[in-house]
T-cell receptor
Framework: ELKVEQNPLFLSMQEGKNYTIYCNYS?????LYWYRQDPGKSLESLFV?????AVKQEGRLMASLDTKARLSTLHITAAVHDLSATYFC??????????????FGKGTHLIIQP | DAGITQSPRHKVTETGTPVTLRCHQT?????MYWYRQDPGHGLRLIHY???????DKGEVSDGYSVSRSKTEDFLLTLESATSSQTSVYFC??????????FGSGTRLTVV
């Protein structure tokens, strides 16, 4: 059974600071996704990581994937208040026969204070 | 999100009544999914479909059934709703190598 663990689950930080969210998963997979969710809203896709060593950046967010360590990171640089949200990582249960769905971490609730 | 619509957006129902949630897509995607989201649990897969009349169970399928009679519609049915099924339900479309797109969600309350 695939398990996905995120940490921390809650993070309060100040504007301008840097921080990293970690996502560990239990079985082999080379497909990992990061999503953002604002309160009462749906999930917004941030990054799609499809191979070992993949690194993607968008604005103040950068995501990476190490499939050998079964670890992905979401790094926040010089945080701003607008990045306050809940961030989820999810691993594709792709079996080779099709897209069997995602297993999600429990999410990291991020609050960025002035 | 563009191309995927969930209905209803909100529903309150009584314990023991049947409830059907609808997910409609205009993208012609083969793969469709139903998730539920609960505090402290993230999102958990209920059922998914890989084509018309082809469905399979996910992690938390007990108490739920699905049907997909045409590509664009994926229905989730709670045969006899219970309070433990109070949740936010998300439909998603999957596309290999491009990721998954989520609908706006249905907030279901069972009283």
């Amino acid at each position: 059974e695939l398990k996905v663990e995120q940490n921390p689950l809650f993070l309060s930080m100040q504007e301008g600071k840097n921080y990293t969210i970690y996502c560990n998963y239990s079985t082999t997979s080379d497909r990992l996704y990061w999503y953002r969710q604002d309160p009462g809203k749906s999930l917004e896709s941030l990054f799609v990581l499809l191979s070992n060593g993949a690194v993607k950046q968008e604005g103040r967010l950068m995501a990476s994937l190490d499939t050998k360590a079964r670890l992905s990171t979401l790094h926040i640089t010089a945080a701003v208040h607008d990045l306050s949200a809940t961030y989820f990582c999810a691993v594709d249960m792709y079996s080779g026969g099709g897209a069997d769905g995602l297993t999600f971490g429990k999410g990291t609730h991020l609050i960025i204070q002035p | 999100d563009a191309g995927i619509t969930q209905s209803p957006r909100h529903k309150v129902t009584e314990t023991g009544t049947p409830v059907t949630l609808r997910c409609h897509q205009t993208e012609n995607h083969r793969y469709m999914y139903w998730y539920r989201q609960d505090p402290g649990h993230g999102l958990r897969l209920i059922h998914y479909s890989y084509g018309v009349k082809d469905t399979d169970k996910g992690e938390v399928s007990d108490g739920y059934s699905v049907s997909r009679s045409k590509t664009e519609d994926f229905l989730l049915t709670l045969e006899s709703a219970t309070s433990s099924q109070t949740s936010v339900y998300f439909c998603a479309l999957g596309q290999e190598n491009y990721g998954y797109t989520f609908g706006s969600g249905t907030r279901l309350t069972v009283v």
